[in-house]
């Protein structure tokens, strides 16, 4: 069935594509699982679209498929809440208006169980710290597609520091371009590219088992 749907994702074949998204909720699918093999069809895509096989007409489509597809599994994903275990905070950084990793990474920690504030897009780094005081959140969520979002990253982590908001608060950098130098960079505690595994990571953060999310 993975193969199925990030093979339809990859083709725009919008009708095998939602139609294997649906089965595989109807057999009981683990929703994590369907989120891993969406984001299969997405690196498939993004791949091609760098070799320029694909242009940003194809890009454009493929976020719109893989957005219809996640409207199917949010309400699974939220059935499996048991208790709030946790907040985090995220946003994409000043600089970046890209959200779509922002907003799956979102949806998955939501259907975990954590309390998720999402600041939005091109948030300054003020924004983020008065959030922070504010919000108080375990954890705190950056999201980058392009690279002049790490100085705000950076401005945030230094900013908290300086005013004694760090010491408990767990920073995660998610997103395509970022790398273990940009956590080093920033001075965040976990990066990933991947939702899913952000999610088992912030489990670990809050002292919760990752179980289907193992890493």
């Given at each position: 069935?993975?193969?199925?749907?990030?093979?339809a994702?990859?083709?725009?074949?919008?009708?095998?594509?939602?139609?294997?998204?649906?089965?595989?909720?109807?057999?009981?699918?683990?929703?994590?699982?369907?989120?891993?093999?969406?984001?299969?069809?997405?690196?498939?895509?993004?791949?091609?679209?760098?070799?320029?096989?694909y242009?940003?007409?194809?890009?454009?489509?493929?976020?719109?498929?893989?957005?219809?597809?996640?409207?199917?599994?949010?309400?699974?994903?939220?059935?499996?809440?048991?208790?709030?275990?946790?907040?985090?905070?995220?946003?994409?950084?000043?600089?970046?208006?890209?959200?779509?990793?922002?907003?799956?990474?979102?949806?998955?920690?939501?259907?975990?169980?954590?309390?998720?504030?999402?600041?939005?897009?091109?948030?300054?780094?003020?924004?983020?710290?008065e959030?922070?005081e504010?919000?108080?959140?375990?954890?705190?969520?950056?999201?980058?597609?392009?690279?002049?979002?790490?100085?705000?990253?950076?401005?945030?982590?230094?900013?908290?520091?300086?005013?004694?908001?760090?010491?408990d608060?767990?920073?995660?950098?998610?997103?395509?371009?970022?790398?273990?130098?940009?956590?080093?960079?920033?001075?965040?505690?976990?990066?990933?590219?991947?939702?899913?595994?952000?999610?088992?990571?912030?489990?670990?953060?809050?002292?919760?088992?990752?179980?289907?999310?193992?890493?």
């Amino acid at each position: 069935m993975s193969n199925i749907i990030s093979d339809a994702l990859v083709k725009f074949d919008r009708d095998v594509f939602l139609e294997a998204v649906k089965k595989a909720l109807n057999d009981g699918t683990d929703p994590m699982v369907l989120v891993r093999d969406l984001q299969e069809g997405m690196r498939l895509v993004g791949e091609r679209f760098k070799t320029g096989n694909y242009f940003l007409s194809e890009l454009m489509m493929s976020a719109d498929l893989f957005s219809q597809a996640m409207k199917l599994i949010e309400p699974k994903l939220e059935g499996m809440v048991r208790e709030t275990i946790g907040k985090i905070l995220i946003g994409t950084p000043k600089g970046d208006i890209h959200d779509l990793g922002k907003n799956i990474f979102s949806t998955v920690a939501k259907g975990a169980g954590f309390e998720v504030v999402d600041l939005g897009v091109d948030v300054p780094a003020e924004r983020f710290v008065e959030a922070v005081e504010d919000v108080k959140p375990d954890i705190l969520g950056f999201s980058a597609l392009i690279t002049t979002a790490f100085e705000s990253m950076k401005t945030v982590a230094d900013a908290l520091t300086e005013r004694g908001l760090r010491d408990d608060l767990k920073i995660i950098v998610g997103g395509g371009v970022t790398i273990d130098k940009v956590l080093t960079y920033v001075g965040a505690d976990a990066q990933t590219i991947d939702a899913v595994e952000g999610l088992a990571l912030c489990r670990k953060f809050v002292g919760q088992s990752v179980g289907a999310e193992k890493i």
